[in-house]
Every structure is written in C-alpha cells, then in structure tokens.
C-alpha cells in the first residue's frame, strides 16, 4: 500500500476531512509545525485526531528533509504552504533535483502589504514554482484561473475545493415568521459585512429579519456603530468567534446564509450547502463561484449591490417555501462531490 504524506504548518478541520478519507484508502503520515494553532481554540485535538502526527517545529526539521529525499519516488507529498524553514527547503529541493512533490494552494493575497524583502522572496518561489514540475491543487475554481492568469500550464493544475462533512438532512425551523440569517467570518473589510448590514437598513422596517453574525475582528466596532447608525440594534446580533462545532450548529439552525465578500478564497458557503441551509453569496467569493448553482440551492450577485442583496432577502422572506426547496437541493448536490469522491481524486492524480 502506497504511503501519502501531508505537510502542513498546522491542522485544520476540512483539511482532517480530506485526510480522514484518504486514510480510508491508504497510510497517511501527518506533518505538522505545530502541536496546536496560535491562532484559533479547536474544540478536539486536530493534529492527532486521525493518525499519531510527527511534530516538525519551527525550525529546520532534518528528520522530515531525509524524508522526503529518500522517499520522494516511492511515496507521496502533499505539501501546504512554504512559510516554514523546513517546507522551504522541500520546496527547493523539489525544485533544483526535480523531485516530485506536490502543493495545495489558497487563492493568493495579493493586497497584502509585505516589506521589500519579502515581497521580493515570495516572487522568487512564484517564480520557480513556476518553472518546476511541482503539480498544484488549488483550492476552487478562482485559484485555479488566478494561476492560469500567472501563466501557469493547466495540465499542471487540479481543482481541490475545501472539504466539509454533508448534513444527511436540514431541519427547517417552525417560525415562519421571521427569517433568520447568518454570516460570519473575520470581520475584515474583504469580508463584506457593511455591505449586508446596509442591505438590511434598506428592508421595509415592518418584516422580521434578524441576522446572527459571527466573528472578531479590526471592522467590529465599526460594523456596530453601523448598526447603531441605521437603528438595527434589534435585527442584528454580534456572536463573536465560534467553534467549528458551534459555527455549524449556527449554520444548521438559519434559514438563509449570507456570503457578501468583496473578495473572498474561498469562505463558509460551502459548510451552509453541506448543512442543507440555502446561501446568498457574491460572485467574488471563491466557495459561491465552486458551489452555488443560482436559482437551485441559492442566489449570486454582484458584492458591491446592495440594492440586489436587500431584493434577495426579500424574495426569500415573501417566498418562504423556496428555503425547504433550496434546501433539499443544497443536499443533493452537496453529496454529489462528498469527501470520499475528493480523497479518491487525490489519490488518482497522484499515484
């Protein structure tokens, strides 16, 4: 049996879904800098919770190096990102001895400030990732065009979008009266939020709408003093950060959940279609663009259109019976592409 190796400078959770499924076909050896994220408070241990993972810090790793030179033909790697010592050295290595390896990429961020130095580092890899062999998956269909854009051959590229569990069915919620929305993310100005909340100040004050919204983050207090501004202290609730757990409990429980990015990788509406909960989502989010079919399981539009957003909540306020249809078509079609087809497809392109 083929063994499949994964790299990465910490676990997360759809990325645990993958690796669940390709150990079902498979050994999978774990690689990870980190015993446990800096950043966010999983409620399980992710790094451990499939297979006993080896731990290769935030220094050069030689264990993990000797690795991937002996083991490079008969084994596979995945790798994610670069930003550790040790991954960048397996990059160079696959990219100077031509040693095969393989990369999963977010969308890129291209408006991020970066010093001189790094700029000029991180256009350097670009650039002989480029001339390498190193085969991408890319995280949906938006980062697959971004590196068509950057020249890249497509030959050498495999869409590999975020992976979630599917919901096997969607309990619909009894109030009739009131629709419920969620959102959340980081509250970042990517993100979108002034925009729905603007939508939301534009809906006829005598319809019930209350929209949960979830998440921390430099745009809070001006999102709440938004809010304040347009007198909707009572339609929109602040729930701060959540679990995964918690955040999919949220999505299972909302009529509606609202994606309205002005620029977004990827984001959660591909964990509101597997729940079964319909999405309004813009055509600048990278999830909408691989998961929403409008018209079936929920609606795209432009993210700067607030005027269309507020007629898309209306419609679905005034059409209750629409959030059931969409539903069970969120479901069908979210089963169609589960994490068992993804694992398999992985294991394909790289054997």
Aim: charged share 25%.
């Amino acid at each position: 049996m083929k063994v499949f190796n994964f790299i990465q400078d910490e676990a997360t959770p759809h990325n645990n879904i993958l690796i669940k499924n390709i150990n079902n076909i498979c050994e999978v050896k774990l690689w990870y800098a980190l015993v446990e994220s800096i950043q966010y408070k999983w409620d399980v241990d992710l790094t451990n919770e499939i297979v006993n993972a080896d731990i290769y810090g935030s220094k050069v790793n030689f264990q993990l190096i000797k690795e991937y030179l002996q083991k490079s033909k008969s084994e596979m790697f995945l790798m994610v990102g670069w930003s550790n010592p040790t991954t960048r050295i397996i990059f160079l290595l696959s990219v100077f001895l031509r040693l095969k390896l393989y990369m999963w990429f977010d969308f890129p961020d291209e408006k991020k400030q970066r010093s001189f130095v790094n700029r000029n580092i991180r256009d350097s890899f670009h650039f002989l990732l480029k001339v390498s062999n190193i085969q991408l998956f890319c995280a949906g269909k938006k980062t697959v065009e971004y590196f068509l854009s950057k020249g890249f051959s497509e030959d050498r590229l495999y869409n590999l979008p975020i992976q979630v569990e599917v919901a096997k069915e969607k309990v619909l919620r009894s109030n009739n009266d009131e629709l419920l929305l969620f959102a959340g993310s980081r509250l970042t100005y990517d993100k979108g939020f002034d925009l729905l909340i603007s939508a939301l100040g534009t809906l006829p004050k005598n319809i019930k709408v209350k929209l949960r919204l979830a998440g921390v983050g430099p745009e809070k207090e001006r999102l709440e003093a938004q809010v304040k501004a347009l007198g909707l202290t009572t339609s929109v609730e602040f729930i701060g950060w959540l679990s995964p757990s918690d955040y999919q409990r949220e999505l299972a429980n909302s009529d509606i959940f609202i994606h309205p990015a002005r620029l977004d990788a990827y984001g959660a509406t591909v964990l509101a279609l597997a729940s079964g909960t319909p999405v309004i989502g813009s055509n600048t989010a990278g999830a909408v663009l691989d998961c929403l079919i409008d018209g079936e399981n929920g609606y795209v539009y432009p993210p700067e259109s607030v005027d269309k957003l507020s007629k898309l909540i209306m419609h679905f306020h005034d059409n209750s019976s629409l959030i059931k249809e969409f539903s069970k078509n969120a479901l069908l079609i979210a089963n169609q592409h589960d994490g068992e087809y993804w694992a398999k497809q992985v294991i394909k392109v790289m054997k």
